[in-house]
């Protein structure tokens, strides 16, 4: 039984069960890919989508079941097995060395030698063989440090295809990349199949599952969910197998209506920690009661324009301003003080201390004020009883107000952090990233918390990389190119193809302009 | 998406309690081991010089608790350690690696000595000279841990580099003062060593038991400041703080901690540890500032405070140890004709398989994970 075709299946997974001390990251979980074909690996966070995958690749062993690699039985004891059976796995986390160029990165751990001395040269002819085969342009002579995040993916794929490999695991390649390089990158994935490569595509991004695969495999708990065609899926059909419930899609959301500026920035000027200018005299207002969503390709200034906003970068030039008041040169607790919320783009390193429990993860930022403190002393009671409240209200799944943060999931964290922010006297309202790697259940959850807090009447400035979020949550959109805002739109007139564009060029498209 | 985050996500997460809840032995089961682990080896060391080790080892513990004034002597000879760990432990809680205890007790002491000289301290009844005489030590050790603190927040020195050479700053400059005869700073001419005039009678400790050295009320001076210092960082808000921005400054930033004063503060209270623990030692054991007494007593407090995890209560006993260690050899030497130095070595090995724990937890089938932030002190530089 070769599933429903007669072809022997290159990759066929059967039974595999993984589990971990107190965990079954995977139960019986089956899945057959063909040659030729692409199979997207659908999955929350958590699924148990990098466990399978692991297992395939040759990090873990399973507990049970069987891999047949082209028919044949295999046992992996570790990578370099995978590898030998024509395994290839890009990981979301690129393993290249920034300070080699693209051939020394590509033969890292395959060193081709001539006697005692690295053959880089055949080496470069092959990497050029490959690139021109599978068309991935990339200089095989240019550091890697210096390379697009796209490209460094790129390079990743020639690695595994210059060990031979048949198979090639994708794991959530598209996460880091801009609407532009994820076609380009789905155009590489196309040659690589017509060229008779087969392709495990991970990711839990819908719209992407769609037009990419072949063939659908969605996990939920560690188990299949089912499997479904793409030409008969659809997004919400893919979404309900994924969370096991009805998911609502577009985020309710009334009309805004906005009143005064509760952010005012006017000029600003920031630097980055290498001292490169990426604010670059930008001027926006946010005024209550809506959201302003800030889009753009990462690295252009999004992260400074959030921390000089917030007070934890000084600002070289312009100024802001926060409910009336000149906050241009407040520190980050009295721009928490006049009524700023922040949820900031690192989770880990920013929003949250992991070794400690969720009730003073809740009070991190008035951990000094009455009732939680009386003068010098910390107030448990106080403390415990706002954990309890916050838990509850922001439906934090925890089996106790105590556990580290640490322990929690990632969505479960971000509504730590987000319950956090959103109590008190919230007037203004800085958000980034605020969804960024999390489960679909819990993007709606906090999707609706920031709408909630609009509709009371906050100004909340949000940047994010999800155009997708940017455009169903803003009432207004501004596009963020080199430090600048380059364009604003009104969120119910904005295209994702207008956006992209402006996010890519920095201007709008010439016929457009020559038109208007 | 990496494998951690996939274990988390799918369990719920009251399994990961209970462990948690069953690892709370741990802190204490890998010193132990590791304490016993050294003695066996320590054991095959005397052995091999053809010393029944159990005929040593059976000297040692009476040299440490064989009698009255013995268990008086080891007792006495833990109390500076006491304040010597908790000169590192509270600035580890901060993420700070002081290691300028050394250096904050010879200011401390010599702070204390000169204030306990003053001539209107004999008029003064011993209820106020003595916390005069405290709070002195207190205040130079915490000047001489303020240096570091400010150079750090405020310059990016670090601290471990600042503190080496400010412990070698204060070992000559007190050097000087107690040496000087021209001028005279606060050398006692009439001694053959170096060393200040005798304090006022009125700023002594009281002593308990004359032993040798004596047991005097520095040990509920060191006991109040590790329970003060456990209460601080536990229920304070200040401590909240500290605890803070030694576990991730980036979030404590961002929280709006004002992350340079809590470093300066941090450094600075951990040098007053130290002094204060100096200026026990002035009052109670010496009546005056000798500076060769405090020798070593800094470096071992790190000992002592990794020992005890950074935790001031845990400090108590693992200072306990220490000093009987140390009070006990010579009687081990006498009887067995083993040298001190192998308790020394016995020591230094506690503190080696407590670092290098995975040695401890492989032998003895302990499991779990090193806790961070020792982890870090024993492989880096406390994280840096």
């Known amino acids: 039984m070769a599933g429903d075709d007669e072809r022997i299946p290159v990759l066929d997974v059967r039974g595999v069960t993984k ?37 395939v690749f040759g990090l873990y062993q399973p507990d049970k079941g069987s891999i047949r690699v082209r028919g044949e039985q ?21 393993q290249l060395i920034p300070v080699f160029t693209v051939a020394e990165n590509v033969i890292l751990g395959n060193e081709l030698t001539n006697g005692p001395f690295l053959d880089i040269n055949e080496a470069r002819r092959r990497i050029i063989e490959l690139e021109d085969k599978y068309g991935l342009a990339v200089d095989p002579d240019a550091k890697v440090g210096d390379l697009s995040v796209g490209e460094q993916q790129r390079v990743e794929v020639i690695k595994a295809l210059f060990r031979e490999a048949e198979i090639l695991i994708l794991d959530e390649p598209t996460a880091v990349l801009t609407p532009g390089e994820v076609d380009e990158f789905f155009g590489v994935v196309r040659s690589l199949v017509d060229q008779g ?18 063939r659908i495999t969605v996990l939920r708990n560690g188990k299949v969910a089912g499997t479904a065609d793409p030409s008969t899926a659809t997004q919400k059909s893919l979404a309900n197998l994924m969370v096991g419930r009805e998911v609502v899609f577009q985020v309710a959301k009334g009309d805004a209506h906005p009143g005064d500026p509760v952010i005012k920035i006017t000029g600003l000027r920031v630097e980055d920690v290498r001292g490169a ?17 800030v889009a753009g390709v990462e690295g252009n200034g999004q992260r400074e324009l959030v921390e000089a906003v917030t007070g934890m970068r000084p600002k070289i030039g312009g100024t802001v301003e926060i409910l009336g008041q000149d906050a241009t040169k407040m520190s980050p607790r009295q721009i928490t003080e006049l009524g700023t919320g922040h949820i900031p783009e690192d989770r880990n390193k920013h929003g949250v201390v992991g070794a400690y429990s969720i009730a003073d993860n809740l009070i991190l930022n008035r951990y000094f004020k009455p009732p939680f403190a009386r003068r010098w002393l910390r107030n448990e009671a106080a403390i415990a009883s706002e954990a309890e409240e916050l838990v509850a209200q922001f439906d934090v799944r925890t089996p106790g107000i105590h556990v580290a943060v640490d322990n929690l999931s990632g969505g479960n964290q971000q509504k730590v952090i987000v319950a956090r922010e ?63 805002l380059v364009g604003t739109f009104d969120g119910a ?15 709008a498209p010439e016929s457009e302009e020559a038109a208007s | 998406m990496s494998m951690g985050t996939d274990q988390r996500d799918l369990e719920p997460s009251g399994f990961r309690l209970k462990v948690q809840e069953a690892f709370q032995l741990q802190p204490v089961l890998v010193p132990l081991y590791a304490i016993l682990l050294s003695f066996i080896v320590g054991g095959i060391l005397i052995a091999l010089i053809g010393v029944n080790p159990f005929e040593a080892y059976w000297a040692l513990l009476r040299g440490m608790f064989g009698s009255k004034d013995n268990i008086a002597a080891s007792v006495a000879r833990s109390v500076p350690f006491m304040g010597s760990a908790l000169a590192l432990a509270f600035a580890f809680r ?54 570091p603190g400010i150079l750090r927040a405020k310059t990016g020195a670090h601290e471990v580099i600042s503190t080496i050479m400010l412990n070698s700053i204060a070992l000559f400059l007190v050097r000087w003062i107690v040496n000087s005869r021209d001028p005279v700073i606060l050398r006692d001419l009439e001694a053959s060593v170096p060393r200040t005039e005798a304090i006022s009678d009125t700023a002594e400790l009281p002593t308990i038991i004359d032993s040798q050295p004596p047991l005097h009320w520095g040990l509920f001076v060191m006991l109040g400041v590790c329970f003060l210092i456990a209460f601080v960082l536990k229920r304070t808000t200040f401590g909240f703080e500290t605890i803070t921005v030694g576990t991730n400054p980036h979030a404590a930033r961002y929280a709006g901690m004002s992350v340079d004063r809590i470093i300066i503060l941090a450094m600075a209270i951990s040098g007053a540890c130290a002094g204060i623990a100096a200026a026990s030692e002035v009052s109670g054991t010496n009546q005056l500032f000798q500076p060769g007494t405090f020798a070593l007593i800094g470096f071992d407090g790190i000992a002592v405070a990794l020992l005890a995890r950074a935790n ?60 961070a932030h020792i982890k870090a002190s024993t492989t880096g530089w406390a994280g840096q």
Not at chain 1, 278 to 290: C, D, H, I, K, M
Not at chain 2, 109 to 137: E, H, K, N, R, S
């Open chain 1, 493 to 507: 007139d904005a295209t994702r193809e207008e956006l992209g564009y402006l996010m890519a060029t920095g201007a």
């Open chain 2, 312 to 371: 001031p209560i845990g400090i108590i006993p693992s200072a306990l140890l220490w000093g009987s260690l140390l009070s006990g050899a010579p009687l081990m030497q006498q009887e067995a004709d083993v040298s001190i130095d192998v308790v020394r070595i016995i020591q230094s090995m506690v503190l080696l398989f407590v670092a290098a724990d995975a040695i401890v937890r492989y032998i003895f089938r302990v499991r779990g994970e090193a806790e």
């Open chain 1, 277 to 293: 200018r990426t604010v670059n005299g930008l001027s926006v207002e946010v005024r209550a009661g809506e959201i302003f969503g």
């Open chain 1, 422 to 484: 959103l109590t008190g006297d919230v007037k203004a309202l800085v958000v980034a990233q605020p969804t960024r790697g999390l489960d679909v259940g819990s993007i709606e959850f906090i999707h609706n918390a920031i709408i909630a807090l609009r509709d009371k009447g906050v100004g909340v400035l949000l940047v994010s990389a999800e155009l997708d979020e940017i455009l169903s949550l803003s009432d207004r959109i501004g596009v963020l190119y080199r430090g600048r």
């Open chain 1, 197 to 214: 490569k087969s392709i495990i595509f991970i990711t839990h991004k819908l719209r992407e599952v769609l037009a990419v695969a072949d």
């Open chain 1, 19 to 55: 589990t971990f001390p107190g965990v079954i990251a995977n139960e019986d979980v089956d899945l057959v890919l063909h040659e030729g074909e692409i199979h997207c690996l659908l999955g929350e966070n958590g699924a148990g989508k990098s466990t399978l995958m692991n297992v």
């Open chain 2, 94 to 147: 901060a993420g700070l690696f002081n290691i300028g205890a050394e250096g904050q007790l010879l200011v401390g002491g010599v702070t204390a000595a000169w204030v306990g000289t003053w001539a209107w301290m004999t008029d003064t009844p011993a209820i106020i000279a003595i916390p005069i005489i405290l709070l002195a030590g207190a205040f130079g050790g915490f000047m001489w841990g303020w240096v």
């Open chain 1, 74 to 94: 295999v046992q992996f004891t570790g990578v370099g097995d995978a590898i030998d059976h024509g395994i290839g796995m890009v990981h979301q986390h690129f």
